[in-house]
């Protein structure tokens, strides 16, 4: 038993949990922080146990649904599902139960409504993010709303509203994951060609993909500004989007259209800090501001 479960947390990728986690708890803060709002540890509890089951229940369906395509490509053929570790039925039984335990989870919410309300439809967009690459070159922006929906979720939950305040931080997330995510994807530009699957990298190469990449990575550090002037943040907060700005840019100069081989080092090592540097300087100066 607990090898199946360390092999499930393996599969759904539990550790990059992180890129998104952070953001809503940022977010969740940003709305305690307000002076008409009362802080509950039930509604922490609740946006953690709804991230990490949205989460789970999300790319546990994505392994279902990509299986035969990874069992295709040799960066994925050693995937537990192609490589025969974890059957597609206890995956899809994993992900009956994750997106059970979501809806669920949004029940330690009430008496507010939004949020039991908005979970059938939130999930549905998350899982529906797997078959976007089949249709779309921008799939990586599929994915990029998918993860953004989660500061924005996370202030329903606090404030059972939906205001301006968490877009801010969701404008950063949109544009950011969707620069990493083409970035990623790259190493996977000829087989996505030749199984006529949509990135683009495959539709319009690798060195304009990393163009567009940039360039997505150039407008999060705006937004990210923008979250600092217009959010209400002070000093400690400027100080981290400067310092995330140039972690940014460090990013791109990992990666070269002849050379992917430090696309994960970009990918998850340069990311994580990004995302859980954002909600530290965050949480630090919502606090310093407070005091």
């Known amino acids: 038993m607990f090898q199946r479960i360390q092999q499930l947390l393996e599969l759904i990728r539990f550790s990059h949990t992180v890129f998104a ?57 050693g995937r537990h599902i192609p490589a025969g570790l974890l059957s597609k039925k206890s995956v899809v039984a994993f992900t009956v139960f994750c997106s059970v335990a979501f809806v669920a989870s949004t029940l330690i919410f009430l008496p507010k409504r939004l949020p039991i309300t908005l979970s059938v439809p939130v999930l549905l967009f998350l899982l529906s993010y ?17 993860l953004m929906l989660s500061p924005v979720c996370a202030w329903i939950a606090v404030r059972d509203e939906i205001a301006w305040q968490p877009f801010l931080l969701s404008a950063v997330i949109f544009f950011w994951v969707g620069g990493f995510d083409i970035i990623y994807a790259c190493q996977d530009a000829d087989f996505d060609r030749e199984k006529k699957l949509f990135s683009l990298p495959s539709r319009w190469g690798i060195p304009t993909a990393l163009r567009i990449a940039m360039l997505s990575h150039l407008i999060t550090i705006g937004c990210l500004f923008s979250l600092w002037h217009f959010g209400g943040f002070g000093t400690v907060f400027l100080v981290g989007v400067i310092a995330v700005s140039a972690l940014l840019i460090y ?22 800090i990004v995302s859980l540097g954002l909600l530290i300087v965050g949480l630090t100066d919502l606090i310093v501001s407070r005091n």
């Open 130 to 146: 797997s078959y976007a690459k089949r249709f779309t070159a921008w799939c990586h922006y599929w994915l990029s709303t998918a």
């Open 251 to 272: 990013e791109h100069s990992l990666v070269r259209p002849g050379d992917l081989t430090r696309v994960n080092i970009a990918f998850f090592n340069v990311n994580s």
């Open 21 to 77: 986690l952070p953001f809503a708890l940022l977010a969740a803060a940003m709305a305690w922080f307000r002076p008409d709002t009362e802080f509950r540890w039930l509604d922490l509890v609740g946006i953690l146990l709804c991230m990490v089951f949205a989460r789970s229940a999300a790319m546990a369906f994505n392994r279902v649904v990509d299986a035969g395509i990874d069992a295709g490509n040799p960066r994925t053929e």
